[in-house]
């Protein structure tokens, strides 16, 4: 069973970095077919995914965030980093960390509890 923990700052000012860490337990990040996500969820709205990290250390994100948006890796200390810049108020929301993987008959989608960024002055 992976376990996901997300953390990082809850309160961020406009303009700023976000810096969010996913530590991972009971599974390892660099495991064939899986693909670490950052999700997040603004108040009220959707889930809205941000990109991914896969297990090979390809880079995918969503166009609408690629240009601010960074997702790194660090194998020994099995954790996958979110880093997002120039944020704004509208980048308030839950930050999620998933873990996906399928093959075959077999599919894994594991998620973490969650974290809260409020970027407000």
């Known amino acids: 069973q992976v376990q996901l923990q997300e953390s990082g700052p809850g309160l961020v000012k406009p303009s700023q970095t976000l810096s969010l860490t996913c530590t991972v337990d009971g599974g390892s990040i660099t495991t064939n077919y899986y693909y670490w996500s950052w999700i997040r969820q603004p108040p009220g709205k959707g889930l809205e995914w941000i990109g991914y990290?896969?297990?090979?250390?390809?880079?995918y994100y969503s166009p609408s965030l690629r240009s601010r948006t960074s997702i790194s890796r660090d194998n020994a200390k099995n954790t996958v980093y979110l880093q997002m810049n120039s944020l704004k108020p509208e980048d308030t929301a839950v930050y999620y960390c998933?873990?996906?993987?399928?093959?075959?008959?077999?599919?894994?989608?594991?998620w973490g509890q969650g974290t809260q960024v409020t970027v407000s002055s």
């Open positions: 990290k896969s297990y090979s250390g390809s880079t």
């Open positions: 998933n873990a996906y993987a399928a093959w075959g008959s077999f599919e894994y989608d594991y």
